[in-house]
């Protein structure tokens, strides 16, 4: 964001070229036919028996892990924070602080520049800088930091006096509404000081690498070309906004350009299940029940849903339809595959069955195979052990299976994104307690070798793929334990993170993924 170093209150003044017009840049401190399993037919392309394996963790050992933020909620939005403490804390010119007067107590001197951020911010702004470095850009510097709303109050009456109040509000926030009184934003530069705070910076070595890298440190660039309209300011390729790698690379991973848009609002917030991180399971009488994520990662008591889901073999919670509301498949002992299409205002459809015959002898998980195919498919195999892809390709029932693989017998599968690159992988747990990871590659196969995760997985009963549970942004794998424990495993980038039990006495609940 553009901002007036006090030191220079009446100094200095360049002009810019911003979308065809200049502007003032100072320097500032601060659905189709039902599918029957049986049937496929394509050329197998992994066996499990064959892959490589290499042990890496194995869950008693987690807690002693290196933590590092995860990522994804598969919604298409969530509910904006407001919390000006919170690292995913939206402002926007609709949306103040709160309070407007606002300032974080963890304020450190970034990289000894004068500027201040708060101390994880500045902490993982060392390491962007490290690696703009090393990729050979010729280095970033700090232009501006924190400010507060004094400080912003300055700024702002500037420009007003200059250009007028609705010009102004085009090129700088009103105080109490600024990123840069969270502590969390920062201007950089060229180390060489070209394209200062200009939008050239975004065509320079350094502005290219920050574009396509700044997620991996947990940075956005807040402003960017082509968005005026959803943000309120003209592209500004200098102004970093910390979220926090989880939410960062969440937003590049799904094509969110804007904090505006990951935060749109979450259009399930009137359904019967409204957060990836909430719980779902049927009791011993067949209640459906609902069991809300809590801020702290655990769960309040539960909402009961449904009824009448006695029967049921497995059940999934999923985005069937990719409408933004959560829907249930369930996998049923009388063979049928079906899905009940969660409404917005709550409840559920009718029964839509998606698949039929056989379904009740598969061992199937259920999530996003292929990027040929954006809703929610099945992959699974009968005794036989042969792995098959069912691509869920109009939000109805199955297309026909493809076979991606051989030799699965005997293994429970969840899907998960274990390497964090956006391609799903199948997590398989064996007889003997490993667990182990099969890369996808996005496409339906498989890619590189297996990896083993951990050893003595043998003592959960299910695992469960998470989404939010420890915040905006992050996954993870919750698993139930024979004796009805349930425990949080956070997914990072190939390796686990957190580690923390979540809730006891769930042994009589079948619990859905």
């Known amino acids: 964001m553009q901002a007036l170093d006090q030191q220079t209150f009446a100094g200095k003044v360049r002009r810019r070229l911003a979308a065809g017009a200049a502007f003032l840049a100072i320097a500032v401190a601060g659905s189709v036919a039902v599918a029957a399993p049986a049937k496929a037919a394509v050329a197998a392309q992994s066996a499990p028996a064959k892959a490589a394996v290499a042990a890496q963790s194995a869950p008693a050992s987690l807690s002693a892990l290196a933590a590092v933020p995860t990522t994804v909620n598969p919604l298409p939005s969530v509910d904006p924070v407001g919390d000006p403490a919170s690292f995913s804390v939206l402002v926007n010119k609709s949306r103040p602080l709160n309070p407007a007067s606002y300032a974080p107590g963890d304020l450190i001197n970034a990289r000894g520049s004068g500027q201040f951020l708060r101390a994880e911010a500045a902490a993982w702004l060392n390491g962007l800088f490290q690696g703009a470095a090393d990729a050979g850009t010729g280095g970033l510097s700090i232009v501006s930091g924190y400010r507060s709303y004094a400080q912003q109050q300055q700024v702002y009456s500037y420009y007003v006096s200059i250009y007028g109040q609705a010009y ?47 997620h991996k440190y947990g940075f956005i660039v807040r402003y960017p070309n082509g968005y005026t309209g959803t943000t309120g300011y003209s592209y500004e390729p200098w102004h970093l906004r910390y979220v926090g790698v989880a939410l960062a690379t969440d937003m590049n991973r799904r094509g969110y350009p804007t904090m505006e848009q990951y935060f749109a609002g979450n259009t399930a917030a009137g359904a019967s299940i409204k957060s990836g991180a909430d719980l779902v399971a049927a009791d011993s009488a067949g209640r459906l029940l609902r069991y809300p994520a809590t801020a702290v990662g655990n769960y309040a008591a539960p909402v009961q849903i449904g009824s009448g889901w006695t029967g049921l073999k497995q059940g999934f919670v999923v985005d069937w339809d990719i409408d933004g509301v959560y829907d249930i498949l369930a996998q049923w002992n ?18 839509v069955v998606v698949g039929n015959g056989g379904w009740d002898q598969m061992t199937i998980t259920v999530g996003k195979w292929s990027h040929a195919h954006p ?39 969840t899907m998960a994104d274990w ?7 199948i997590l398989a747990r064996t007889g003997s307690g490993k667990l182990i990871n099969y890369r996808g590659d996005g496409w339906a196969g498989f890619y590189g070798p297996a990896t083993t995760m951990g050893t003595g997985w043998q003592y959960m009963r299910n695992l469960l793929p998470s989404f939010g ?7 993870g794998i919750t698993a139930q334990t024979m004796e009805g424990n349930l425990y949080n495993y956070g997914l990072g980038r190939g390796q686990w993170t957190t580690y923390s039990q979540v809730g006891s006495g769930w042994n009589s609940l079948k619990l859905f993924k």
């Open 419 to 425: 390497e964090g690159d956006g391609a799903n992988d």
């Open 375 to 413: 809703r929610p498919s099945v992959v699974g195999y009968f005794p036989d052990g042969v792995l098959r892809y069912y691509p869920n390709t109009f939000g109805g029932a199955l297309s026909g299976p493809q076979i991606i693989g051989k030799g699965w017998n005997g293994m429970e599968l």
């Open 469 to 475: 549970l420890t915040g905006a942004g992050t996954r």
């Open 334 to 351: 009388n063979g049928v595959l079906g899905v009940y299409r969660g409404l917005p205002g709550g409840g559920f459809a009718g029964q």
């Open 168 to 214: 102004a509000d085009t090129i700088s926030a009103r105080p109490g509404y600024s990123e840069h009184q969270t502590g969390l934003a920062v201007d950089v530069g060229n180390q060489n000081g070209s394209c200062g705070l200009s939008t050239c910076f975004g065509d320079t070595a350094a502005g290219k690498w920050v574009a396509a890298n700044a």
